[in-house]
């Protein structure tokens, strides 16, 4: 049976057919940009994440330079970023004028090292830190490196695009960031139809100046008070996310289900195979699966054996940061990477989307045991 690494296509009886509603009336009434859609969203993405806050824009790349830019991160200013994470977060730092610093991360939680950034704040004096909350969940030191960054004087922006709906002792993660970005990337747990993304924040003027700059730094329609540029959320997006919005904690559900399945029944393979839980005190959102597989032999038969039963599978990531072809003429520095990259060629992602089939579950757990028994 071919298993796909993730199927967008599955959505909840009814779906398409309220989607294809909402199309057809805003398309009736040419309602593509701003406007009550907009508004409702961003009043129920703060509800969600227990936020006074949620300031919508056009991609999550946008959202970290528009949150980097509200922080007043700019040129000749030093940013820690993890040496675990997708390109664009170094690539927002960049884009904003600053110079990034590659932090090494930590095996145990797969998450920026505490350690490294007390180090890299000595080295550096950074203007801003940005800690990513990767594979829906985030790392069991956060609030010590949110003290940490608030003792030091020391912004700390929370990359959590893989980290809708994760909540942390009880609360949304999202509830105690200074300042945080999501991306609605469709492979999301709460995707658009398309690009999208939003910041998060506690304080009105912080999200004033991220609404501003995410619209051409207006502070009137002909009047702009700082250089921003164009990254609003078109409607139609915020309406297939306002949508979404219905039916993502089901979502949420079905993908923990799955996360747990993998775990249970993959757990007698440790230590050659570990299936990754998420640290105490964390609900995982069932983002994706993550292995850390022992052996490259072994690593490599796995993956040859899921390509030849047609089981699709991933690498999340497969380079640190600091190794990337493009990032070398933009390094700063690099806090360790040992670790990162230790990481980069031992993990393995089996798939996991928004209710798999107990049958597809079955066939990938039953090939995964085969190979490594």
């Not at 959505?11 to 508004?39: H, K, T, Y």
């Not at 003290?147 to 942390?168: K, M, N, P, T, Y």
């Not at 700059?213 to 996310?241: I, K, P």
């Amino acid at each position: 049976m071919a298993v796909p690494f993730i199927d967008l296509k599955r959505f909840e009886p009814g779906f398409l057919d309220a989607w294809n509603a909402r199309v057809a009336q805003m398309s009736l009434n040419a309602q593509f940009i701003g406007g009550a859609v907009i508004e409702q969203l961003e009043q129920r993405l703060s509800v969600a994440c227990e936020v006074s806050h949620a300031v919508t824009c056009a991609n999550g790349t946008d959202a970290i330079q528009l949150a980097l830019r509200a922080l007043g991160v700019g040129r000749g200013d030093v940013v820690l970023v993890p040496d675990l994470t997708f390109w664009a977060t170094f690539e927002a730092v960049v884009n904003v004028g600053a110079d990034p610093v590659t932090v090494d991360c930590r095996r145990d939680d797969q998450s920026l090292s505490i350690d490294r950034v007390r180090e890299a704040l000595q080295t550096y004096q950074p203007k801003a830190v940005i800690v990513v909350h990767l594979y829906g969940w985030g790392s069991q030191y956060l609030q010590a490196l949110r003290s940490l960054c608030r003792e030091q004087g020391v912004a700390l922006l929370e990359d959590a695009a893989q980290a809708w709906g994760v909540r942390l002792d009880g609360q949304s993660i999202m509830q105690g960031a200074h300042i945080a970005t999501t991306s609605f990337y469709p492979a999301k747990v709460l995707g658009a139809a398309g690009d999208g993304g939003a910041v998060f924040c506690q304080d009105e003027a912080l999200a004033a100046s991220v609404r501003s700059l995410a619209n051409h730094g207006r502070v009137a329609h002909y009047g702009h008070g700082v250089v921003g540029w164009n990254s609003r959320m078109d409607a139609l997006q915020a309406a297939f996310v306002d949508l979404s919005l219905q039916h993502v904690q089901a979502r949420v559900t079905a993908r923990r289900a799955s996360a747990d399945r993998y775990r249970r029944e993959l757990a007698a393979l440790a230590p050659r195979l570990q299936v990754i839980a998420a640290p105490a005190g964390y609900e995982e959102n069932g983002y994706c699966n993550v292995c850390l597989v022992d052996d490259a032999a072994d690593k490599l038969a796995l993956e040859s054996a899921l390509k030849a039963a047609g089981i699709g599978f991933g690498n999340i990531y497969p380079s640190p940061m600091s190794a990337q072809p493009g990032a070398q003429a933009y390094l700063k520095g690099k806090v360790g990477g040992a670790d990162a990259a230790w990481l980069c060629s031992h993990v393995l992602n089996l798939p996991l989307f928004p209710y798999m089939r107990d049958d597809e579950l079955g066939e990938v757990i039953a090939l995964v045991r085969k190979t490594l028994s």
